[in-house]
């Protein structure tokens, strides 16, 4: 695999450099996420595609290149997101002696709208939506009550279904929170007007046709070693033609397209500023060209500066203030785990507050 | 989605707006609670609703309530805006705000004030709870904020910037508690002058003073120009926003009803010496017979500020001697003097005779043992002195020397001018008056009407350091002014440079525009950091006011004049009722 990736790499430098220059070939190359939110680059070039999606087809747009789209008025976008933090775990001993994982939860989904020379988050509680869960892995769950100061709480109690342990909640609070989002994302794209773009692979059902799924880690390529040389190539606005990612269940087909949103310059890889994007694969193709072209004008405007986030360029500026916000809005950590240790006191026989929250 | 707040979100605060007891008010914001601007019973920050806004000193008032159960339900906190910020909230780097513009990153800027608590009620000094609603004082309100409702006898000392009154209480003014102004202030820009006539005309005829206005007195030293010649002329150039500003203080747009101008008698007539102004001005000069009598010598030696020099003795028993002769003098109600055996006749003669009677060598005994170098200097001070003040000392009797005293009796305000004299004489002018009026105070024993007193540069007549006789009467009007119903209205450039004990005594303290650096000098310690930042920014009829019964400095504006500063103001009508428009 390694070489192959050199090989991508070589081929890369030969067709990006003009002819005659003599910049000593530099194979190691540093991918710019902060290492604590791992690598934003976490798959090697596709050498089979046998893990339940695959590559249909690729040819929607002519021959397989960097288009560049003409230069257009910028579209309104908004930009869905959301932000889930484990406030604390807990273990439940029933009266029967079984234990049950329990797992308090707050998450907050949003949207960031970006039009002309403003952007701005929408505050009010239909888009701006903040949720408490208390998930448990078994037995009986009770919705759990936890004042605040002049406010309460309320952890809404759930038993995800098949979790056994506490990872287990853990995803399925974040399964919630990716819910939550789709759920937004469907809503507000009913307004055509504006390009929605929503967190992560599309996960909606019921979109309208301006919805755009944003990919910033890059888990699979879906694309084989002949077109995945294009990416390395791409400058900042262009973007790959169109293709299409079906799961092997049919559900869920896309169309997509990688883009580059940034140069990072000559110490990072070249695949650092790229991101895939990924429409309804129900959209006929000139309309999701359509949207890819508008992206493509976009969103390198709103690719952030590795000085402001750690996961630049792909977590884009207004989405990182988003964040800041939703989780501002989830309300001091400490200080919530504290009000729920106190709100458990009295019944301390019952709960137990596990000594670290995730 | 209301349902969901109450499932998932945070349940609803109550949030009730609470008006202030008997005022009408304006939601400003809330009272915010964070880390670096935390909440104190002496001063906290209010986040500025995005509908409103806050501006420097503005009066606002919060109420937040007490823990239930106890005898107050609530307190009541009421303070004035001394600083406003803005920030972009949701930036973290400089550079940031140009992506806000660019609309790439959502920001909303947040405005932050911060409240200078200037009364508690009741007292008790709890902090307002962070959230409580906070809104602009207005009315009774307002009055209770400033204090004003608790000043039973109130003088209007100008307009606050949104135009309301800002009051004084006249018991810190007229020595029932306390007396005296003090104003600093650069030339030119501070308007001290003018600042100082205003509070004349207010306390005159804001009708505070009841019937007594009609005979409190006042005693102006026109030092330069000659601004104060006209205070009796109406200002032929005044805006109509300057009547405005009259009409909202509550006081007529016209100049000074009584005012009698003095001014030096020329050389050789007792007609005044007057530029512009001829009509109505008196010529004033003193009688060689007053002189001695009065013991004014000292006054020609006003600059001699070396406390070790034995000079203070000489003059103190030359004084006596001159003192001695007017008494032995005949007939009684001459201007002269005998001295041995001759009849002195003009300050010349008055000179040679004191050397002739002091120099040692010439066998003069009216220096006592005091060494010849003394006698040296004292004679030679007193012969400089003759070109500046001999005209103003006369023995040569005229048809009506009476006539050529100062009296501040006769009209409410006395202007003597002195801005042509040189500064010996200056001082000697300055320094016989206050010696004067402050015996004739001290003496009627009654402190009623007042009679108030200004006179700038009180850097040059009560300076920091030495000694002069001027600064001693100065010295005594500050401390016991107050119980004799004087009250000095002094103004200086720098009050650093003033007597410190002549500043602490005024109840009042007043700036204008001040250097940036002097601003800084502990003398203006009565301003706030943010009122010594804005001292230097100040414009031309714009003061800061610190009075005895509000905790912070407030920033006050007062009209042009109503009277003319200068001939070409001077309404040129011969209309008498002119005025009366």
Redesign the interface.
């Known amino acids: 695999m390694r070489s192959t990736h050199v090989l991508t790499y070589t081929a890369l430098r030969q067709t990006a450099l003009p002819a005659g220059s003599t910049i000593a070939a530099m194979p190691l190359r540093l991918v710019p996420w902060s290492p604590e939110y791992g690598s934003g680059i976490e798959a090697e070039t596709d050498a089979a595609a046998d893990d339940g999606a695959s590559l249909v087809e690729a040819d929607f747009e002519g021959s397989w290149r960097a288009i560049r789209p003409a230069a257009a008025a910028h579209p309104a976008v908004q930009i869905v997101d959301g932000v889930r933090r484990v406030e604390a775990h807990a273990i439940d001993d029933g009266s029967d002696g079984t234990m049950a994982f329990g797992l308090f939860g707050s998450y907050a989904v949003g949207v ?1 709208r ?8 929408p505050d ?3 888009v701006l ?4 869960r208390y998930l448990q892995t078994g037995g009986e769950a009770d919705d759990r009550t936890v004042a ?1 100061g ?5 952890f ?1 109690a759930e038993l995800p279904a098949g979790a056994q342990a506490p990872a287990d909640l853990i995803a399925a609070l974040n399964r919630l929170m990716l819910d939550e989002e789709a759920r937004l994302a469907e809503e507000l794209s009913e307004d055509d007007s504006t390009l929605t773009i929503v967190d992560g692979p599309l996960r909606l059902r019921a979109a309208g046709p301006r919805v755009v799924g944003y990919v910033k880690r890059t888990h699979r390529w879906y694309i084989g070693p002949d077109r995945f040389g294009l990416l390395g190539t791409l400058a900042v606005g262009e973007r790959t033609p169109l293709f299409r990612i079906a799961e092997n269940d049919g559900q869920r087909d896309r169309l997509a397209w990688y883009l580059r949103l940034a140069d990072m310059g000559t110490q990072y890889h070249q695949l650092s500023g790229i991101v895939r994007l990924e429409t309804l694969g129900t959209l006929p193709p000139r309309d999701a060209g359509a949207l890819a072209d508008q992206t493509a004008l976009v969103l390198p ?2 690719a952030s500066s590795p ?2 986030d750690p996961r630049a360029p792909q977590n884009l ?2 989405v990182g ?2 964040e ?2 939703l989780t501002r809005r989830l309300g001091d950590r400490l200080w919530i785990r504290r009000r729920i240790a106190a709100a458990l006191e009295p019944a301390s026989t019952t709960f137990a507050i596990a000594a670290e929250a995730s | 989605m209301t349902t969901n707040r109450n499932a998932d979100g945070h349940a609803p605060v109550t949030s009730d707006l609470v008006e202030a007891p008997g005022g009408a008010s304006s939601h400003a914001g809330l009272v915010l609670g964070m880390e670096n601007a935390a909440a104190t019973p002496l001063g906290f920050s209010v986040f500025v609703d995005r509908a409103h806004y806050l501006q420097l000193d503005d009066v606002v008032h919060a109420r937040s309530p007490l823990p239930p159960g106890g005898p107050v339900e609530a307190v009541d906190f009421y303070g004035v805006v001394d600083e406003v910020r803005a920030v972009q909230e949701g930036v973290r780097f400089d550079s940031d705000v140009a992506l806000v513009s660019e609309g790439l990153l959502p920001a909303e800027p947040a405005v932050t004030a911060h409240v200078a608590v200037t009364r508690v009620e009741p007292e008790i000094f709890v902090p307002p709870q962070p959230g409580r609603p906070v809104s602009l004082a207005r009315g009774e309100a307002r009055d209770r904020a400033l204090f004003f409702d608790q000043m039973t006898k109130r003088v209007p000392f100008g307009l606050s910037r949104d135009g309301e009154r800002v009051y004084a209480n006249l018991e810190f003014l007229d020595g029932t508690r306390g007396a005296h102004v003090n104003i600093s202030g650069i030339s030119g820009v501070a308007t001290k002058t003018s600042y100082a006539m205003f509070l004349l005309h207010a306390l005159f005829e804001s009708g505070t003073l009841g019937p007594e206005a009609a005979n409190t007195r006042s005693l102006i030293f026109n030092v330069k120009g000659e601004d104060l010649l006209f205070l009796d002329k109406p200002n032929a150039q005044l805006a109509d926003e300057d009547r405005e500003d009259y009409a909202r203080l509550g006081l007529p747009a016209e100049p000074f009803r009584s005012v009698s101008f003095y001014a030096p008698a020329r050389r050789g007539t007792p007609a005044p010496e007057t530029g512009s102004r001829m009509e109505g001005v008196t010529g004033f000069y003193w009688t060689l017979r007053e002189f001695c009598a009065e013991r004014y010598l000292r006054f020609l030696f006003a600059d001699a500020d070396d406390e070790r020099s034995q000079l203070g003795l000489v003059v103190q028993q030359v004084e006596a001697q001159l003192a001695l002769a007017a008494r032995l003098s005949l007939p009684l109600d001459a201007p002269t003097v005998e001295i041995g055996g001759e009849v002195i006749t003009d300050f010349d003669e008055l000179v040679d005779a004191i050397g002739l009677m002091t120099d040692p060598e010439e066998g003069g005994t009216w220096a006592g043992r005091a060494a010849a170098g003394t006698v040296q200097a004292f004679l030679r001070r007193l012969d400089a002195a003759k070109p500046y003040v001999g005209h103003l000392i006369r023995g040569h009797a005229s048809e009506d020397d009476a006539a050529h005293v100062i009296d501040t009796g006769r009209a409410q305000v006395t202007v003597v001018d002195i801005h042509r004299l040189h500064d010996r004489a200056q001082r000697f002018v300055v320094g016989v008056m206050l010696k004067r009026e402050f015996e004739r105070k001290e003496a009627s024993g009654s402190p009623r009407p007042l009679m108030l007193v200004v006179l700038d540069e009180l850097n040059k007549y009560a300076p920091r350091e030495g000694r002069s006789p001027i600064k001693d009467v100065l010295l005594d009007i500050a401390e016991r002014g107050r119980s004799l119903g004087v009250v000095l209205v002094g103004a200086q450039q720098t009050a650093s440079e003033v007597e410190p004990r002549v500043v602490a005594n005024c109840a009042y303290r007043v700036a204008g525009r001040l250097d940036a650096a002097e601003a800084q000098r502990g003398e203006y310690g009565f301003l706030t950091p943010a009122a010594r930042a804005r001292a230097s920014l100040l414009k031309p009829g714009s003061m800061i006011l610190a009075q005895p019964e509000i905790p912070v400095p407030l920033l006050l504006r007062f009209p042009h004049p109503a009277w003319a500063t200068r001939p070409s103001e001077v309404a040129q009508t011969t209309d008498p009722f002119a005025r009366f428009e």
Do not use: F, K
Request: with cysteine; charged share 35%.
């Open positions: 960031v970006c039009e002309g020379q403003r952007a701005h988050i009010s509680e239909r939506r903040v949720r408490r605040v002049d406010a309460e709480l309320h809404r405007r709103l000085i402001r500026t207004p203030a988003l800041q916000l």
